[in-house]
C-alpha cells in the first residue's frame, strides 16, 4: 500500500517580483548555496509581535519550504500560523530599498511596518485533530473553514 503524501500544499507566503529578484541578487552577493530565506515572526517590537527575515542553512523538521524559481523559502510551523496568507514585497526609493509584509492577518501595525498584532488565535480540536482559527471581531462575514473573511 503506497502511503506517499502527494497533496501539494498552498504556500504559507508568497514573493512579489520585486521581493524575488531582490532576494536572488542578495544570494548572488553573498555566495549562498545552501538553505533558503528564512521569514518568520517572533514576539516582541511596538505592536506585540515582529518579522523576522534572514538567510538560513538549517532546515528544521517542522519548517514548510516553498520554492519560488529557484528561491527556497523557509518557514516554521509556528510563524506559518500568522503569516498564512502574506505577501513578501520590496520597496525601493531614494532613501534604498526594503521588504515588506503584506498581512492579512494583522489588524494592527506599528508606523515602521516591522512588527503587528494579529486577531486572536483560537485553537479548535475535534475529532479528525485540530486546527487554529483566527477569531476576527471586524469580520462580519467568513467562509466555512474560517480562513478568509470579509470585512
Known sequence: MDTTNTEVQAPVI???????????????VQGLTE???????????CSGLSY????DEKIG???????????????????AIYLQGTQLDF???????????????ADKTCGCGESFSATQL????????GNFKFVNPNADKTC????????
Do not use: W, Y
Open 35 to 45: 538553505g533558503g530565506l528564512r521569514l518568520g515572526v517572533k514576539g516582541g517590537g
Open 144 to 151: 466555512g473553514c474560517g480562513e478568509s473573511f470579509s470585512a
Open 52 to 55: 523576522t527575515i534572514n538567510f
Open 14 to 28: 508568497t514573493l512579489s517580483e520585486s521581493a524575488l529578484k531582490e532576494v536572488k541578487r542578495l544570494i548572488n
Open 122 to 129: 483560537d485553537f479548535q480540536k475535534d475529532l479528525m485533530g
Open 61 to 79: 523538521p517542522h519548517d514548510q519550504i516553498h520554492d519560488f524559481d529557484g528561491v527556497k523559502v523557509i518557514v516554521d510551523a509556528k510563524s
Open 91 to 105: 520597496q525601493k526609493d531614494l532613501m534604498g530599498g526594503n521588504f515588506k509584509f503584506v498581512n492579512p492577518n
